[in-house]
């Protein structure tokens, strides 16, 4: 935390702290979220149950009272145990899709067996359909879901072609030649 600025966390045991996974840390006392990798990093120091508590993957984590959301215990989940993480900000706890811990009520046709995340706010099943955000969103003609990565933030590809992700979702990039990149 000096390193961004800010005073030592107090309370924390620097002798026993430990990364767990991705972005979760714990001591002897508390667990720690702290995603480096967000436009505006910041820790969150979470109060739990250290004997039960484990990291589901990206931002997801649980313990003996519950699911922890991006260090946030979310209340009214109502099987904790079913949320399986799917990327950094989504999971699936049986049917039910969530976007940031919280259940996406309108996913269009997204299969939530087939989703997985590929960016932070990014889901996509095995046809194609996506959530941006908790937002469904069709298909784009001629992606191909199985292969579609990321290369950084803003830019993804597949085997055939290159995407960007604007403000309002996943746009093709016909200009640019898919075996340059």
Known sequence: MERYGCSPVRGADPASFERVSGPWFRDRRQAYYFDSTAPMPALVIVKADLKSFEVLGGAYARDAKGLIVEGVRKRGIDDPDA???????FARMGETLLYRGKPV????????????????????????????????????PGIDPATLTFLNRIFAADARHVYALTDSGLVACPDVDRTRV
């Open 105 to 140: 009520t309108r996913p269009g046709k997204v299969d939530p067996a087939t989703a997985r995340g590929v960016h932070e706010q990014l889901l996509i099943d095995a046809e194609g359909h996506m959530l941006f955000g908790g937002s469904y969103r069709k298909p784009l």
């Open 83 to 89: 949320v399986e993480a799917l990327g950094c900000t």
